[in-house]
């Protein structure tokens, strides 16, 4: 059973250019969790997410950034006109029901975003 | 609001001797705590949590943390460190059923 398998590990993008990163969650898992990591910070809650519905995106900025889950296929956090500020590691858990404090979440590798 | 605090950013520590990374907590949340690791290049792992069934939580790689509420502290500590435990480690809380509030993390440096 692959893990949380997160693509790419590492996506250099220019300001301005869009930033796709994706997730595909483990199997028989239906919840999807994106977190940011700033350099020398902990992880920042950003979505969550089940199948074809946003449940919570409390700690997603309001503008250039949005989250999917669709039917079939991978979770795009995808990131918009991206600034410097977006720098950071992106990481994306799953769990199989309710949340991560009663059943375990399991991280992906994360992806490194860098904006030059 | 909820808040974890690691209180050492990096700690040091010499192979065979012991570790202890310390996390002080407020959560008027359920009381689950849980430590995760995370080593250069790799994605978290989680290495223990505690759910309020014992105060002393076993783990992974001979790690262990004993919940104090009297505290609010729920402390990670290793007998003897190994030169593969250097990573950074991750003192977390839940905020809600879903949501975890992380501490900045503690790294954990073994020297031979």
């Known amino acids: 059973n692959a893990g949380v398998m997160q693509n790419p590990r590492h996506l250099v993008r220019r300001r301005g250019q869009e930033a796709r990163l994706r997730c595909s969650p483990m199997?028989?898992?239906?919840?999807v969790y994106w977190y940011r990591q700033l350099p020398e910070e902990g992880l920042k809650f950003m979505v969550y997410l089940q199948k074809e519905n946003i449940i919570d995106e409390s700690g997603m900025p309001k503008e250039r950034f949005s989250a999917e889950f669709p039917k079939e296929g991978p979770s795009i956090l995808r990131i918009q006109q991206v600034v410097r500020g977006d720098s950071a590691a992106y990481f994306c858990?799953?769990?199989?029901?309710?949340?991560?404090?009663?059943?375990?979440?399991?991280f992906g590798q994360g992806t490194r975003l860098t904006v030059v | 609001a909820q808040s974890v605090t690691q209180l050492d950013s990096h700690v040091s520590v010499s192979e065979g001797t012991p570790v202890l990374l310390r996390c002080n907590y407020s959560s008027s949340y359920s009381p689950s705590l849980f430590w995760y690791v995370q080593h250069p290049n790799k994605g978290l792992q989680l290495l223990l949590k505690?759910?309020?069934?014992a105060t002393l939580v076993k783990g992974i790689n001979g790690f262990e943390a004993e919940f104090k509420k009297s505290e609010t502290s729920f402390h990670l500590t290793k007998p003897s460190a190994h030169m593969s435990d250097a990573a950074e480690y991750f003192c977390?809380?839940?905020?809600?059923?879903?949501?975890?509030?992380w501490g900045a993390g503690t790294k954990l440096i073994i020297k031979p």
């Open positions: 199997k028989g898992h239906s919840h």
């Open positions: 505690y759910t309020s069934a």
């Open positions: 977390v809380a839940p905020d809600s059923n879903y949501q975890l509030i």
């Open positions: 858990a799953s769990s199989p029901t309710g949340g991560p404090v009663n059943t375990e979440a399991f």
